[in-house]
């Protein structure tokens, strides 16, 4: 059964964007991402809750960021290989509905996440306003509060301001862009401000902050921050590069739509940004059970049943510092 308004995903015959072969190609595609999404994501909330050293304030928010992204996996993901796999949508138009505002509740969750650890980063790096350290209690405000905030602007649809549609090749569902009702078009600009724009003028203020901060104490004093803190900060500026390649299309190709009401897109095209930004859902726990010697302690353990392959890097580290210690005049 296919929602309404499907008229822009079938030809005037009523067939299909793509062959069948083409929706078992994505079908394909989106569960080479969903599946490790899932696992890595679970791996990471797993081991925060079996180790209470990981339970510090920038891991509360790399967790909240694991919860969001497993959610988009179960939704978004899951569904669209089952979709795919079937070459059409298939739960109806509560169904569609029901997935539009799930995603997009996980989705944007995860993107305030992204600034919110942008943010301590700076915070923490850059003092800009003194010896403030992040603690517990503002991990946990800034996680209520992106929660709050998406599910503040994902719930108009259902109540009459917007509405989620097809979109793509019509085996997911997503706020509706293309529907030029100057109700639903006042709903996707605000939408596209306070959940687009604003996460993203944040994150971006934040990573321009913190390389130039890193840049001037290369010029100053390579010793100037702990290496540890250099590492969060490279972790997080990876991260903030991940969420421009893997989210930026899609806003830019929403918006283009919007502005733009009688351009015709491919469906195929409109999907490919889709399922780029569905794909954050993966980068995001390598990033940090790669990057964060606190995670990757655990977590590879865990996914490898107790076997470790890699080098125990402190003891490296620990033996770098010794040698530096030795050559360095007194």
Same mark, same amino acid.
């Given at each position: ?101 799930? &995603?997009? *509740?996980?989705?944007? %969750?995860? @993107? ?5 650890? /942008?943010?301590?980063? $700076? =915070? +923490? #790096? ?109 972790? &997080?500026? *990876?991260?903030?590069? %991940?969420? @421009? ?5 899609? /806003?830019?190709?929403? $918006? =283009? +739509? #919007? ?72």
């Amino acid at each position: 059964m296919i929602p309404t308004n499907s008229s822009y995903y079938y030809g005037p015959q009523g067939e299909a964007p793509l062959s069948r072969t083409g929706y078992v190609f994505l079908a394909i595609v989106m569960a080479l991402f969903t599946g490790p999404a899932i696992l890595l994501n679970s791996t990471v909330i797993i081991v925060t809750l079996m180790h209470k050293k990981l339970r510090q304030p920038l891991n509360y928010a790399l967790v909240n960021m694991a919860v969001a992204d497993l959610g988009t996996a179960m939704t978004g993901g899951v569904l669209s290989v089952i979709n795919n796999a079937e070459g059409s949508f298939s739960l109806g138009r509560t169904g569609c509905v029901m997935e539009g505002f799930a &995603v997009s *509740l996980f989705g944007i %969750t995860s @993107l305030c996440t992204v600034a919110l650890i /942008a943010l301590e980063r $700076m =915070f +923490v #790096v850059c003092k800009p306003l003194g010896q403030i350290s992040f603690q517990k209690k503002h991990a946990v405000g800034g996680i209520t509060l992106s929660w709050f905030w998406s599910l503040t602007w994902n719930l108009p649809p259902l109540f009459g301001w917007g509405r989620y549609e097809l979109e793509g090749v019509g085996t997911s569902c997503a706020p509706d862009w293309h529907n030029t009702d100057p109700h639903n078009v006042s709903y996707i600009l605000a939408y596209f401000a306070v959940c687009f724009a604003v996460p993203f003028a944040i994150i971006v203020a934040s990573y321009a902050k913190l390389m130039w901060t890193l840049h001037q104490q290369e010029e100053l004093c390579q010793n100037m921050f702990p290496l540890k803190e250099m590492k969060v900060a490279s972790m &997080v500026v *990876l991260m903030v590069l %991940t969420f @421009l390649i893997s989210w930026m299309p899609y /806003a830019s190709l929403a $918006m =283009f +739509v #919007v502005s733009n009401p009688d351009v015709k897109i491919n469906p195929l095209v409109g999907t490919v940004p889709v399922y780029l930004a569905k794909s954050s859902t993966v980068y995001n726990p390598i990033i940090y059970i790669y990057l964060n010697k606190q995670f990757r302690k655990y977590a590879v353990p865990f996914l490898l049943c107790g076997r470790e392959p890699w080098v125990d890097e402190e003891e490296s580290e620990a033996v770098t510092v010794v040698e530096a210690a030795r050559v360095s005049p007194s």
